[in-house]
């Protein structure tokens, strides 16, 4: 107690004024001695060391500086954030002053904001505010009328509630900047991706294709962070800057204490009104589905064989990069008036002034318009498909709108997992077990020498314009190179 009674020798910090440095800068450089600085100005030897680093800045500041005043009294060198509004704002009450008008804090704050939107200063930042949601999407849903055609007494095999996945979205509020899709399927290794070694998503399982805590960590640390610190270092801002991931209460997020990386972090939307502002729920993923479903039923009329055929064919794969090309469709304009409801600014008005076509980004009547005609004009080999009516094209493109992405378990299987945790481990093994394939091998050479079949068809088809031919033949001169490379790698 006697010890901690006693006075510190520790030396209060010293804060100096951009003259006061300027005027340690002149005695150093006249050899007086740095022991006798540090004294009188009540500093350490790493401030002169920082003084003495800083010279130039300081030079620089004091020669641009309006009056002498300025370096009396300024203590850094560190710039207003905005510079623009700062000299404006300052210009304002300057004029204001010279009026007579009396300006409080209060309007100054709200002149700030008046003027930072005219500058283009707050959609600034709207660009590092990020939304995520999950979506259940059935991989080969077909309307239900379609299931039976002329030449199919039943459509048997189709189990649409089990082939499904999960998909996450997310993107920033300016639609500058969309994340690649995280999707979950049941199979750890599924057959139709066996040797595939870069996909256009990132993929992970789970044994009911729902998102759970883990995954979400792993897309947050692994996918997110990364993408936005690249996206950062493109558009030339600092690698710490402040970025915000918004979520809702899913009970499969993590706490927001563990999506944190340095200033990227993750703030939960209010539960009770999630629905109602969420970005992503705002028609965002509605306009993926849609776009997905068309490319979906454009297959559809272009391929050969029945229904159940082109349903038994359409695998994984398949559904994985028409998801990814769907997701890169989707357009900035489509993604900024998501937010609307959450960050109503100029920014999000300025797109339309339609607010009826955005709510809710209802299926457009053309839209559905030219799926109809489509099947009428494509599809006369399946006749169930050209007598669909838009009402059931309407159903069909909602049709797993609300379908879970969590676990939701009955009071029967809470019970069950409890008393037989090892059933739910046989069910895992036994769903990989089925995905479990040998991988087919392509040689350099069959390759090379479907792709010279693939440029001879285009070559000598009207249906390819020149510049189309000319992409291809683009293409395989990167292919011949990257096998150069392959085999001079192999020879070493």
């Known amino acids: 107690m006697a010890d901690s009674a006693k006075p510190s020798n520790k030396r209060k910090r010293a804060v100096l004024t951009i003259t006061q440095k300027l005027d340690i800068i002149r005695r150093l450089e006249r050899g007086e001695n740095k022991q006798d600085l540090m004294r009188k100005f009540n500093i350490g030897s790493s401030t002169i060391y920082d003084i003495k680093l800083q010279k130039d800045k300081l030079m620089k500041f004091a020669s641009s500086a309006e009056t002498s005043k300025a370096s009396d009294e300024r203590r850094t060198l560190q710039q207003p954030q905005h510079e623009k509004l700062d000299k404006i704002l300052y210009d304002w009450f300057l004029l204001k002053r010279e009026e007579g008008i009396p300006i409080s804090g209060p309007m100054l704050m709200e002149k700030a904001r008046d003027f930072s939107e005219k500058l283009n200063i707050a959609k ?3 660009d590092q505010i990020y939304n995520a949601d999950e979506t259940g ?11 039976t055609g002329p030449n199919e007494i039943s459509a048997h095999g189709f189990k649409k509630n089990k082939e499904r996945l999960t998909v996450l979205t997310c993107a920033n509020a300016t639609g500058s900047h969309k994340i690649k899709l995280l999707v979950i399927g049941k199979s750890k290794n599924p057959r139709a991706l066996t040797g595939i070694k870069h996909l256009p998503i990132a993929y992970k399982n789970q044994k009911n294709c729902w998102m759970d805590g883990d995954i979400f960590i792993y897309w947050f640390k692994c996918i997110f962070v990364p993408s936005v610190i690249s996206e950062l270092k493109a558009k030339g801002k600092p690698e710490d800057s402040k970025v915000i991931l918004l979520i809702d209460n899913c009970r499969a997020h993590p706490s927001d204490a563990e999506l944190r990386h340095g200033n990227i972090s993750a703030m939960f939307l209010p539960p009770n009104v999630t629905s109602l502002i969420q970005p992503m729920d705002q028609g965002i993923i509605q306009n993926l589905k849609m776009i997905y479903r068309k490319n979906f039923m454009r297959r559809l009329i272009n ?23 769907s997701w890169n469709t989707v357009k900035p304009r489509t993604l900024r008036r998501g937010w609307r409801k959450l960050l109503f600014v100029t920014h999000f008005c300025s797109d339309s002034s339609d607010d009826e076509e955005f709510e809710g980004f209802r299926c457009k009547k053309s839209e559905l318009t030219d799926i109809m005609e489509a099947l009428k004009n494509g599809c006369t080999k399946n006749l169930s498909l050209t007598q669909l009516e838009m009402p059931e094209i309407e159903i069909w493109m909602n049709v797993d709108k609300n379908i879970p992405v969590t676990e939701t378990l009955t009071e029967e299987e809470l019970i069950r997992k409890m008393i037989a945790p090892e059933e739910e481990t046989n069910d895992i093994s036994s769903e990989s077990d089925d995905e479990k394939s040998s991988e087919e091998k392509i040689s350099w050479g069959e390759a090379e020498k479907s792709l010279s079949t693939f440029l001879q068809f285009c070559e000598k088809n009207a249906q390819y314009s020149a510049e189309e031919v000319m992409e291809f033949h683009l293409i395989k001169e990167r292919f011949m190179e990257k096998k150069r490379t392959f085999f001079q790698a192999n020879i070493h």
């Not at 999407?137 to 299931?147: E, F, G």
């Not at 391929?303 to 090309?325: R, W």
């Open 303 to 325: 391929a050969e064989g029945t229904l159940t055929e082109f349903q038994s064919s359409f695998t994984i794969k398949d559904a994985i990069y028409g998801l990814a090309s």
């Open 137 to 147: 999407a059935y991989l080969r849903c077909l309307p239900t009328s379609t299931l």
């Open 124 to 126: 600034e930042y709207l």
